[in-house]
């Protein structure tokens, strides 16, 4: 098992480096397929995803040595990986697995042909390559959420139920998830599907790097709340208001009773590499999630103290929309409308399946908490939320428009 061959697509992505860095200490033979990136080769952007070993020789420096590890430069978006005829070949001839990390993963509804291109036309030119030369295993990494609207509890075993969706990102994983199902039963591909939830940073460390989901508005509030103490020590209260947490008590759209699915990036990789080396899990579909989800007013009392934010009350949308807002829960609900869909409950996802095969394994999903928040939330205020260079200062307020949120709306789980 450990002599294998795997090539990974989106090992630069967050998922896929964790992916990557678990099969490669499992001993496996990588290749890294890596897209060019505007000025950026791809052994540039390959090496971010193995941290340094304390040394002068990174990680992946020393697995490329060992000819454990071959980076491969290309696009799983275009024909042949946009590889020449004889290397393509070449490649199929030597991978014995793959594991399809990766995705567009934006929400902007305006991008729906690069959904289309990466995530649809991407899935249906992998499985190609998985009947190209031999016989190849095919792991796909999908997403929970390619259930959409559905709000009853959903099964690993399904997918099409005449569900709606939220956005292009959920309706194009579920279109190229039903396209490799059905490609592989046709072609006998043997194929391991994993859904997970939204992916948080590492759990021990806070490491992350992506700085979407839970950490836009996190970013919000804390941007809020430094705009409210520089305001105050130039003297002008804006809120007009004796009440000095007044400023910072802000109402936000959303069912406190509604969980949200969380779940630490390190341990989705855990156990997706553990259920993948598993035959048990061939031709199946897992649910990579969190079995106790935190509810949306228990994530919310968490980022306030983890913000300082003296008060987030959560309301129903109709009450928000019939009320007057200040210019500070404008500014939240503009960061983090993308993510409004998902503040009013999100179905109940079953993993049966998933929890059978990691029983005994001593891999579990660690419970949310506040302390697990503090850590996420630290990390991210730490790297300046991912943007080194920029400060809050650069974050302009302004009654008639945002000028610059510098938010990437990415996806929940990628």
């Avoid at 859904?195 to 804390?222: C, E, H, Q």
């Avoid at 341990?267 to 579909?285: G, Q, W």
């Avoid at 983090?336 to 095969?357: C, H, I, V, W």
Wanted: hydrophobic share 35%; aromatic share 10%; proline share 3%.
């Amino acid at each position: 098992m450990r002599h294998k061959t795997i090539l990974i697509t989106g090992a630069t992505g967050f998922l896929g480096s964790y992916i990557a860095r678990e099969l490669s200490e499992a001993g496996f033979h990588l290749k890294l397929l890596v897209r060019k990136k505007s000025t950026i080769g791809a052994k540039e952007r390959a090496s971010e995803i193995f941290p340094p070993y304390g040394t002068k020789e990174s990680a992946l420096h020393l697995l490329r040595k060992q000819n454990h590890l071959e980076i491969i430069e290309g696009d799983v978006s275009k024909n042949n990986f946009e590889l020449d005829m004889m290397n393509y070949l070449r490649l199929a001839e030597t991978v014995d697995e793959v594991f399809h990390c990766a995705a567009a993963t934006k929400f902007d509804d305006d991008i729906s042909d690069v959904h289309t291109r990466t995530n649809v036309f991407g899935a249906e030119l992998i499985a190609l390559f998985c009947i190209t030369g031999k016989l190849k295993r095919l792991h796909y990494i999908s997403t929970a959420y390619v259930a959409g609207r559905r709000r009853e509890t959903i099964l690993e075993n399904e997918l099409e139920k005449k569900q709606l969706f939220n956005n292009n990102y959920e309706r194009s994983k579920y279109i190229a998830e039903r396209t490799i199902s059905m490609f592989a039963r046709h072609y006998q591909i043997p194929y391991t599907i994993y859904r997970p939830s939204i992916i948080t940073g590492d759990a021990t460390t806070g490491y992350t790097k992506n700085y979407d989901n839970i950490y836009v508005f996190g970013k919000g509030l804390s941007h809020l709340k430094n705009y409210e103490m520089r305001d105050r020590r130039k003297g002008n209260d804006r809120t007009n208001s004796g009440n000095e947490n007044h400023f910072l008590s802000l109402k936000v759209p959303g069912d406190k009773y509604g969980t949200v699915n969380l779940i630490p990036v390190d341990y989705a990789a855990r156990s997706i590499v553990t259920i993948s080396r598993n035959e048990e899990s061939l031709n199946k579909t897992f649910h990579i999630v969190n079995p106790s989800p935190p509810t949306l007013g228990e994530l919310a009392e968490w980022m306030r103290i983890a913000t300082g934010v003296h008060h987030v009350k959560l309301i129903p949308m109709h009450e928000f929309q019939a009320q007057q807002h200040t210019l500070q829960e404008k500014l939240l609900f503009h960061w983090t409308k993308a993510f409004q869909p998902y503040m009013f409950g999100e179905p109940s996802f079953d993993s049966t399946g998933t929890r059978n095969l990691l029983r005994g394994t001593g891999i579990e999903c660690p419970l949310i908490t506040q302390e697990l928040v503090n850590r996420f939330l630290q990390y991210a205020i730490d790297t300046n939320w991912g943007n080194q260079g920029q400060t809050a200062a650069n974050i302009h307020f302004d009654d008639r428009n945002v000028i610059n949120s510098d938010n990437t709306l990415h996806s929940i789980n990628q």
